[in-house]
């Protein structure tokens, strides 16, 4: 969520009017889960750095870097 209660107003709007349902990132993994199963489309915005001692270490562009391994969880346990 935005911390401008105005510009996050403006996104949830055409997020409505283009029909995208939103889950949010406190939400648990069910509704994320559930829309797998149903083969609907599940956009994980990466916008975020895993942090120091969160994620897994991985090699990207020959340099170590962190990830969540969120994304590869919620594939593993819905079968997509």
Do not use: C
């Amino acid at each position: 969520p935005n911390t401008n209660t105005g510009v996050q107003a403006l996104v949830e709007r055409a997020r409505t009017t283009a029909g995208v349902h939103t889950i949010s990132k406190w939400d648990t993994a069910r509704p994320a889960v559930r829309a797998l199963r149903d083969n609907r489309v599940l956009a994980i915005l990466p916008d975020q750095r895993a942090g120091k001692g969160e994620g897994l270490l991985l090699p990207m562009f020959g340099q170590a870097t962190r990830f969540y391994s969120s994304p590869a969880q919620l594939a593993l346990l819905s079968g997509a």
